[in-house]
């Protein structure tokens, strides 16, 4: 069974451009959620979702947003680039039968921001 | 608010030590906890997930334990090998929660040397 991946691995971009990442869960998971990891804050909670909603949300800005395909798929989207969002981007996916299972990450990817 | 705490944050160990990592959290209403590993540049990989109802999971030289009335876990890896070598991470969902929005720890750096 394949992991979870995520599109693409390495990013650079320049403070104000936006950027769009991708993550697709482990086949029959329904329950995306993505965690910015930076090494001051360490893992920080995006966003979560499940059937195409988003269920769960962190503290981050409005320019940090996302959406999931029926296919469980999810893109995760920052605007107006800021220095400070340079980070390891993770996704993670569960079967979201009772919330209790075992989250499963990807790679990750990495987005540095000049 | 849930805060994770994890020392010590750096262990440097000889091959073949037994080790004990732990993991400390401010809330004891959560269902589970569990440790993941990450090496560097890298995502998460699950390791063990210890429901509230157990006390402790086994997994080959890998042993977690979890004191939910104190909140306090411990990781114990024994005859450690310079494979072990990585950052573990301990997590817990928000109270009586599921598993979609994790709070993490800092993690703590284990470096095992031959």
């Known amino acids: 069974k394949a992991g979870v991946t995520q599109t693409p691995r390495y990013l650079i971009k320049t403070r104000g451009q936006q950027v769009t990442l991708s993550c697709s869960p482990i086949?029959?998971?329904?329950?995306v959620s993505w965690y910015q990891q930076t090494p001051g804050q360490g893992l920080q909670f995006l966003f979560e979702?499940?059937?195409?909603?988003?269920?769960n949300k962190g503290n981050f800005p409005g320019r940090f947003s996302g959406r999931q395909f029926s296919n469980s798929r999810s893109e995760m989207n920052v605007s107006t680039l800021e220095l400070g969002d340079s980070a390891l981007y993770l996704c993670?996916?569960?079967?979201?039968?009772?919330?209790?299972?075992?989250?499963?990450f990807g790679p990750g990817t990495r987005l540095l921001v000049l | 608010k849930q805060e994770v705490t994890q020392i010590p944050a750096a262990l440097s160990v000889p091959e073949g030590e037994n080790l004990v990592l732990n993991c400390s959290f401010t809330?004891?209403?959560?269902?589970?906890l569990q440790w993941f590993r990450q090496d560097p540049g890298k995502g998460l990989t699950s390791l063990l997930l210890?429901?509230?109802?157990?006390r402790e999971q086994t997994s080959g030289r890998l042993n977690a334990s979890l004191d939910k009335s104190s909140g306090r876990s411990t990781l114990y890896i024994a005859a450690s090998q310079p494979g072990d070598s990585a950052t573990y991470l301990c997590?817990?969902?928000?109270?009586?929660?599921?598993?979609?929005?994790?709070?993490f720890g800092k993690g703590t750096l284990l470096t095992v040397n031959p």
């Open positions: 993670a996916s569960s079967l979201a039968a009772s919330g209790q299972e075992t989250q499963y």
């Open positions: 997590a817990v969902p928000p109270r009586g929660g599921s598993n979609y929005k994790l709070t």
């Open positions: 979702y499940f059937s195409e909603t988003q269920r």
């Open positions: 809330d004891s209403a959560i269902y589970n």
């Open positions: 210890i429901q509230s109802s157990q």
């Open positions: 086949s029959g998971h329904r329950s």
